[in-house]
């Protein structure tokens, strides 16, 4: 059974400021997928990321792929209040149904 | 680009009523659809992949005769909860995946059991 694991769970943090979230799954996938939610909301696409060693940047955001370490990375430079959200990796298991797995999430807190 | 049309965005229903979700992929044809639920300041929990004109698959633990999941076309996918209860509210959200798209998602259902 895929397990996709964020961390931290929550995050808050100053404007200005930069940081990493973590996303850690337990099987081997060919594709990871960063998502963003505001309160209330569906899912807003940020990133696909197809290959290891992949790097996409978009912003203030950049997430990276490491598939030999099962580990993906959504690092956030300078952070501004329009970031906070929740945001959330989500994993490819393969197979026929190419079902997708989501991580547990993070809460991202910009303050002032 | 790939539109999902999920509705109602809400509804209000009594205890004991059953209540259908629509999900429609708008401008391609969806190879599989998927539905979550998510629960307040939790992630999304497959509960379901269904595919055109055959039997969804459900995860374990979700009770199939309860969420019913129909799958007439390509580009429809409905989910009903029947006989609802307050512990089924919850925010229901629908997924169409195409090999060229990937995953596209719907606004979601806000499911409210009174």
């Known amino acids: 059974e895929l397990k996709v694991e964020q961390n931290p769970l929550f995050l808050s943090m100053q404007e200005g400021k930069n940081y990493t979230i973590y996303c850690n799954y337990s099987?081997?996938?060919?594709?990871l997928y960063w998502y963003r939610q505001d309160p209330g909301k569906s899912l807003e696409s940020l990133f696909v990321l197809l290959s290891n060693g992949a790097v996409k940047q978009e912003g203030r955001l950049m997430a990276s792929l490491d598939t030999k370490a099962r580990l993906s990375t959504l690092h956030i430079t300078a952070a501004v209040h329009d970031l906070s959200a929740t945001y959330f990796c989500?994993?490819?298991?393969?197979?026929?149904?190419?079902?997708?797995?989501f991580g547990t999430g993070t809460l991202l807190a910009v303050q002032p | 680009g790939a539109v999902v049309s999920q509705h109602p965005s809400w509804v209000i229903c009594k205890s004991g009523t059953s209540v259908k979700i629509e999900c429609r992929s708008l401008?391609?044809?969806?190879?599989?659809m998927f539905w979550y639920r998510q629960f307040p300041k939790q992630s999304l929990m497959l509960m379901a992949t269904s595919n055109e004109g055959s039997k969804a698959t459900y995860e374990q633990g979700v009770e199939k005769d309860k969420f019913l999941i129909n799958h007439a076309s390509l580009t429809l996918s409905t989910l009903t909860v029947t006989s609802a209860h307050p512990e089924d509210s919850s925010f229901y959200i629908c997924?169409?995946?195409?090999?060229?798209?990937?995953?596209?998602f719907g606004s979601g259902t806000r499911l409210t059991v009174v």
């Open positions: 997924s169409a995946s195409a090999w060229i798209y990937g995953y596209t």
């Open positions: 099987t081997t996938s060919d594709r």
């Open positions: 989500a994993v490819n298991y393969g197979g026929a149904t190419n079902k997708l797995i």
């Open positions: 401008d391609f044809q969806a190879t599989t």
